[in-house]
């Protein structure tokens, strides 16, 4: 069993670089497969930093992906055995974009939904963001169109969302929780619903929470990497 507050303390380690703290974290954590994402880009950063111990944890976090298969974790593995040198380097560009913020404008309402990303930095705009930018002149029409420069999100909308959520109620072994949280995907508002209801026990919300967020990093790897990218390593050299 993980403890509550492993995945926010790997993220914390993957943002600063810190490969020890990786290999720490993960130890012998990896095999329960719903934070294979995240576990993923944390041994990316670790084996690129030739962090002791974290070649043998790229090897099975990689294996290990294969093996699940959700969206996303076939370009991890990929990315993991070229470091490794046991599967040729993806044809794809790096760029250093957060993967989470990609993942919030890909999905979600697409009244407010979409944007672009930088080519060159890797900076995420939010459709809002692109709508100000405009609106004060901060940026001029051949700059906002720019294709050389954007490469633009259109958003897909909740449908992936919720599938997660039907998906992740047939893991739930206890059938009254599976039926309660059931009931409350049904009709409007089902999001909202589904969030408050495994609140009532902490186990299968932060289950629900690695989960959805690995989920969500996957799509978002898998979109990119349709675009011709990869999340840029630390090592790799700078964009542009």
């Known amino acids: 069993m993980r403890p509550p507050d492993f995945r926010s303390e790997l993220r914390g380690a993957v943002y ?20 294979l994402q995240l576990i993923g880009d944390g041994l990316v950063v670790a084996f690129a930093l030739q ?8 090897g099975a976090c990689a294996r290990a992906l294969r ?6 974790d076939e370009q991890l593995a990929d990315q993991l055995g070229a470091l490794l040198g ?15 913020e990609l993942a919030g404008v890909l999905e979600g309402d697409p009244t407010f939904g ?26 001029d029409e051949d700059e906002s169109d720019d294709p050389d420069r954007w490469l633009w999100v ?7 969302g ?31 619903r589904f969030k408050d209801v495994p609140a009532r026990w902490p186990g299968v919300r932060d289950r629900w929470y690695e ?5 969500l990093l996957g799509r978002a790897r898998a979109w990119l990497a349709d675009a011709g990218y990869r999340p840029a390593l630390r090592t790799d050299p700078p964009t542009g």
Do not use: K, N
Not at 115 to 136: H, K, N, S
């Open 114 to 139: 979409g944007g672009r990303v930088d080519r060159l930095t890797g900076q995420v705009w939010p459709q809002a963001a692109i709508d100000y930018a405009r609106e004060t002149g901060e940026e």
């Open 16 to 35: 600063r670089g810190d490969g020890p703290a990786v290999v720490a974290l993960v130890g012998d954590q990896l095999l329960p497969g719903d934070a």
């Open 51 to 58: 962090t002791q111990g974290a070649a043998d944890l790229a």
């Open 211 to 215: 989960y959805a967020d690995d989920r």
């Open 67 to 72: 093996q699940r298969g959700w969206d996303g």
């Open 86 to 100: 046991t599967s040729p380097t993806p044809m794809l560009r790096p760029l250093p974009v957060d993967l989470e």
């Open 154 to 160: 259109h958003c897909e909308g909740s449908r992936a």
């Open 162 to 192: 919720y599938h997660d959520m039907v998906q992740f109620i047939g893991t739930v072994d206890d059938r009254d929780r599976a039926d309660r949280l059931g009931i409350a995907i049904e009709g409007r508002g089902a999001f909202r």
